[in-house]
């Protein structure tokens, strides 16, 4: 077995028949200042408050970073941004309730020193230029360090990313190589109606330096970061696409960073193959596997695979809204009647991907997209198709969408 065969076979190892919905929110973890926590303080109230919940902790080069619940993980991202990880459930109402409790405990410890959650997908001083996000620290791990040394050289914001960006993740249940193609490829169509639809600003002018649009900032952010391995999976509507064409791509590009064994090293333009091989590690599958994950968690592409399908080109929007963006996405890609019809819509847009999008941070929901159609025109015909497919208890949830955004909408000045 070579490296390809194993890292085709672990992906192949997601599939199932379950339909589950797995939701990632990161917030932003600010005073009434608009200043971040520090995160000394965040990793001992992370100790404290998941001892006090009976949780596993998860530490990481001597400090803090984690705790898992079982129904869900919280985790610091790099510059102190906030994650809830909410295992997969097929019940919405479940994720709520999970969601519920995590914000029962939280709201109250940071309240009783001046901090709150904020979601946003860009820090709110950074997108109204009040700081640069240079002036926002990263965490004491070295996975974030090394990132940030690489991504200062192959892309304008790097900088943005790690430090100031915060998103909305939903990951979705693929039961074959054929069903997770087939999702991916309309995910991948559906992307610049999905960023509009989940768009969350703070500032109604708001936009980056060097850049036109003035829609879908930290969509901008990730676009203009490393070609290597972000944007759209290349290839994606190619006739051999599927898992081993994925990873022929993950074994072609630098790995930046390596973490094996619990030691996190630089690796920079160096693809895994260069310093290691996982076929040969085949007596120590623990290690292989942990290795795997960690390559697959390297590439941050619009519509990520792993053992799920990951769609994370949505901004950080509060609770209501991510659990409307979690119908949408469940009723509509768990619903044969509804994938087909999409497909029948759209197989001739297959191209015109990138200039949707590009058209989308230009001009917002009034763009003019696939088959003449704005994008608002889209959103609603898919919360449409969703509304028909969904459970009688879950179509509520997709009254959050009445809204253009979540932000406060203020203007810079």
Same mark, same amino acid.
């Given at each position: ?9 672990? &992906? @192949? ?10 939701? =990632? ?26 001892? /006090? ?9 001597? /400090? ?7 129904? #869900?993980?919280?985790?610091?991202? +790099? ?14 109402? *479940? ?14 410890? $940071? ?5 709150? $959650? ?14 640069? +996000? ?8 070295? @996975? ?5 040394? #690489? ?5 304008? #914001? ?11 993740? &939903? ?11 087939? *999702? ?5 169509? $559906?992307? +610049? ?7 969350? /600003?703070?500032?109604?002018?708001? @936009? ?16 203009? $970061? ?16 599927? #898992? ?91 619903? =044969? *009647? ?12 297959? &191209? ?56 406060? /909408?203020?203007?810079?000045?």
């Amino acid at each position: 077995m070579n490296d390809k065969e194993v890292i085709t076979n672990f &992906i @192949r190892d997601g599939e199932t028949d379950q339909q589950r919905i797995g939701l =990632e929110l990161e917030h932003f973890v600010l005073n009434e200042m608009e200043e971040s926590i520090e995160f000394e303080v965040l990793s001992e109230l992370i100790r404290t408050t998941g001892e /006090k919940l009976g949780a596993r902790l998860i530490s990481a080069e001597g /400090k803090v970073v984690g705790y898992d619940t079982g129904e #869900y993980t919280v985790s610091v991202e +790099p510059s102190c941004q906030f994650e809830i990880s909410i295992a997969p459930f097929s019940s919405i109402k *479940k994720i709520e309730e999970v969601y519920g409790e995590f914000r029962k405990v939280w709201d109250s410890v $940071l309240r009783s020193i001046g901090f709150s $959650l904020v979601t946003g997908g860009l820090n709110p001083a950074v997108e109204a230029g009040r700081i640069h +996000p240079m002036d926002l620290a990263l965490i004491p791990k070295n @996975r974030y360090y090394f990132m940030d040394r #690489y991504f200062r050289e192959t892309g304008k #914001y790097g900088r943005h990313m790690m430090r100031a960006s915060a998103s909305t993740q &939903i990951s979705l249940d693929y039961a074959s190589e054929e069903d997770m193609v087939r *999702k991916l490829r309309l995910l991948t169509i $559906l992307s +610049p109606v999905l960023m509009q639809m989940m768009e969350n /600003k703070f500032y109604s002018d708001s @936009r980056l330096a060097e850049r036109k649009g003035k829609h879908l900032l930290r969509t901008q952010v990730w676009e203009d $970061l490393d070609p290597d391995r972000t944007g759209f999976f290349p290839g994606a509507f190619n006739g051999r696409f599927g #898992y081993e064409a994925y990873a022929d791509l993950l074994l072609s590009r630098p790995l930046v960073v390596l973490t094996d064994q619990g030691v996190t090293t630089y690796a920079g333009e160096k693809k895994l193959g260069d310093i290691l091989s996982l076929s040969e590690l085949a007596e120590e599958p623990e290690r292989q596997k942990a290795l795997v994950e960690h390559l697959l968690s390297m590439f941050f592409h619009h519509i990520r695979l792993k053992r799920y399908l990951e769609v994370r080109v949505a901004d950080s929007v509060p609770i209501p809204k991510a659990l409307g963006y979690a119908a949408l996405l469940k009723g509509i890609f768990y619903s =044969e *009647k509804n994938l087909d019809r999409l497909e029948k819509l759209l197989s001739g847009h297959l &191209i015109d991907v990138e200039e949707a999008v590009f058209r989308t941070e230009i001009q917002g929901e009034n763009a003019v997209i696939y088959a003449g159609k704005r994008v608002h025109a889209w959103a609603k015909d898919l919360i449409r198709l969703a509304e028909k497919a969904l459970p009688e208890e879950e179509k509520k949830w997709l009254s959050e969408f009445g809204t253009e955004s979540e932000g406060k /909408k203020r203007t810079a000045g």
